[in-house]
């Protein structure tokens, strides 16, 4: 499988909110833990649990710079120009954390394993505080994206109002086939002979009866 091929199938994952998470919260939990075992010299427990939890946070923070480059590949041209000004801080803060983080990750391996860093743990603590706040800004910014602008959700390419002529019919914009209606031939009607009665033969009166001399008498 080539390359090309591998990073068109990341695309269509959505990794980046994953990858994000998981940085977020390993890496304050990693800090907060830190903080606890500062409180408690004794607990050399808790002091490995968070140099164990800085280091995948700081992996996770590589994964997020780089997802978020296959997002914003597929998206950027999409955006509002609101979204991409809110974008841009989004990428370049994140871009600057993830190796300010490899960096945190480094020095906390290097408190423990050599004890002439052992004594900067207290400075270390201060910078990955404040490094845990700007994380969560950057993550605030990633919300305001989706949440407000839709960035990488439907909202941000809503389908088309169909018009009324397409929604009417679903074959609206098919081609019909021609029908051809053949021309009726005009039907002449024929007169109909009118048959006249002849007039009728008047019938012979009989003569009236004459009236004889005797019965005058």
Do not use: C
């Amino acid at each position: 499988m080539s390359t090309d091929k591998i990073i068109e199938i990341l695309k269509g994952l959505d990794l980046h909110p994953v990858a994000d998470h998981f940085t977020i919260g390993l890496l304050l939990v990693g800090i907060l833990i830190d903080l606890v075992a500062r409180l408690a010299p004794s607990r050399i427990s808790l002091r490995y649990t968070a140099l164990t939890l800085m280091i995948l946070g700081a992996i996770s923070a590589g994964a997020s710079y780089f997802t978020g480059d296959l997002e914003a590949d597929r998206i950027f041209d999409a955006m509002s120009a609101p979204a991409k000004v809110v974008f841009h801080r989004h990428a370049m803060l994140g871009t600057y954390m993830a190796v300010v983080f490899a960096v945190l990750a480094i020095w906390r391996i290097l408190i423990e394993a050599v004890g002439y860093f052992s004594g900067s743990h207290s400075i270390y603590l201060i910078a990955a505080v404040i490094a845990g706040g700007v994380l969560l800004y950057i993550g605030s910014l990633g919300g305001k994206m989706v949440y407000e602008y839709g960035v990488g959700t439907a909202l941000m390419n809503p389908p088309a109002t169909p018009t009324p002529e397409t929604s009417a019919s679903p074959i609206a914009n098919e081609t019909l086939p021609t029908v051809t209606v053949p021309t009726p031939t005009p039907v002449v009607a024929t007169p109909t002979p009118v048959i006249t009665a002849p007039p009728p033969t008047p019938t012979p009166t009989a003569p009236a009866p004459t009236a004889s001399p005797a019965a005058a008498h």
